[in-house]
């Protein structure tokens, strides 16, 4: 079972840009899907973004879209999070998730490994 670790997350204002780390340890990281979902206080768990275990597919949500870019480099067993325009309502914390040989999937209970998280906060 790969193990994943987020970093990245930071106080940032609004218009700011962060980049996420998904750091993945074991073999064969190439060969798992990876989404990244967030949480804000009180709300459920939702997607943001996710990228196909051989990268060709990636996939956005509609908030997201066109401000963020998910990308991997498995050389490094880890996948990116570029966020740019940060806006308030995009502060949460920000988890990624892993599956083997999967697609780039937008559903919770799709992945079966999970980071404990990275805070992301934008101030207006």
């Known amino acids: 079972q790969v193990q994943l670790v987020e970093s990245g997350g930071e106080l940032v204002q609004t218009g700011g840009s962060l980049r996420l780390s998904c750091a993945a340890s074991g073999r064969a990281f190439s060969t798992y899907a990876v989404g990244w979902f967030r949480q804000a206080p009180g709300t459920e768990r939702e997607f943001v973004s996710a990228i196909s275990w051989g990268g060709v597919s990636t996939t956005y949500a509609d908030s997201v879209n066109g401000r963020f870019t998910i990308s991997r480099d498995n050389a490094k067993n880890t996948v990116y999070l570029q966020m740019n325009s940060l806006k308030p309502e995009d502060t949460a914390v920000y988890y990624c998730?892993?599956?083997?040989?999967?697609?780039?999937?937008?559903?919770?209970?799709?992945?079966?490994?999970w980071g404990q998280g990275t805070q992301v906060t934008v101030s207006s």
């Open positions: 998730a892993a599956k083997q040989f999967g697609a780039a999937d937008t559903r919770r209970n799709f992945y079966d490994a």
